[in-house]
Nanobody, 126 residues
Framework: QVQLVESGGGSVQAGGSLRLSCVAS????????MGWFRQAPGKEREFVAA????????YYADSVKGRFTISRDNAKNTVYLDMNSLKPEDTAVYYC???????????????????WGQGTQVTVSS
């Protein structure tokens, strides 16, 4: 059974940092692109960041560029999202996702992802 399990969420004050982790099991995702999305209450799910299968290419939403960093460790079947300078508007449930086939122009498209985690809550207070 394929599973993506996120962890590392929590409550922090504005300006703080968190590191999210997503561990994949059931198969290897070393040849899959990985992404992070988030969904705030009453809002649609939105793209946050993505990383190519080898880790050489990364993509970010404008709202997090310069503050968030996505990385992966294929030996551990794990992808990370380091979040710094957090803002209240970063409050959301964060989801990890994997895409077996996705072009560089489609990393931000949630429909291109085949597997999803259950999400982890991030709350940033002002």
């Amino acid at each position: 059974q394929v599973q993506l399990v996120e962890s590392g969420g929590g409550s922090v004050q504005a300006g703080g940092s968190l590191r999210l982790s997503c561990v994949a099991s059931g198969r290897t995702f070393s040849s899959s692109a990985m992404g992070w999305f988030r969904q705030a209450p009453g809002k649609e799910r939105e793209f946050v960041a993505a990383i190519s299968w080898g880790g050489r290419s990364t993509y970010y939403a404008d709202s997090v560029k310069g503050r968030f960093t996505i990385s992966r460790d294929n030996a551990k079947n794990t992808v990370y999202l380091d979040m710094n300078s957090l803002k209240p508007e970063d409050t959301a449930v964060y989801y990890c996702a994997a895409a077996d086939v996705v072009s560089s122009r489609s990393f931000a498209n949630a429909r291109r992802y085949d597997y999803w985690g259950q999400g982890t809550q991030v709350t940033v207070s002002s």
